[in-house]
């Protein structure tokens, strides 16, 4: 067993669907539904166990399909967020991973892309003061 710790990233997570931000205009002045194909990342932390794979990129996979897309995968967002941003979605999908992985795997990361160019990246709570200094 190697002691050796490796970051993994799996960027080809994707899903379409739909939503509109709320008072996106000023107060009662929503925006029109539309939809995306969001794309995310999620970025994972482990040490290298006896077979030499942090995570099997199946399982990996697996466990994103089963927790992620299958709830979002042409939804309307709306009906699961109360304002379903970039950045709430983040948190929503960091807070159904971060604990669906073997104990010896740390969620490091998460970014959603609502297009090309706009993405949100979260990493976990932490102190307001911490988070505007790092």
Do not use: C
């Amino acid at each position: 067993m190697s002691n050796e710790i490796v970051k993994l990233s799996e960027e080809e997570f994707v899903f379409k669907a739909k939503h509109h931000i709320i008072d996106r205009f000023g107060p009662g002045k929503h925006e029109k539904p539309h939809s995306h194909n969001y794309r995310f990342i999620i970025s994972l932390e482990g040490v290298i166990p006896q077979n030499g794979m942090v995570i099997d990129f199946a399982d990996f996979k697996k466990i994103v399909n089963h927790n992620i897309i299958q709830k979002l995968e042409n939804k309307d967002l709306n009906k699961r967020f109360a304002q379903p941003s970039a950045e709430n979605i983040s948190v929503w999908i960091w807070n159904n991973l971060v604990h669906k992985f073997p104990a010896r795997i740390t969620l490091k990361k998460v970014t959603v892309y609502e297009k090309p160019g706009s993405a949100v990246t979260y990493k976990g709570k932490k102190k307001m003061m911490e988070s505007i200094w790092m």
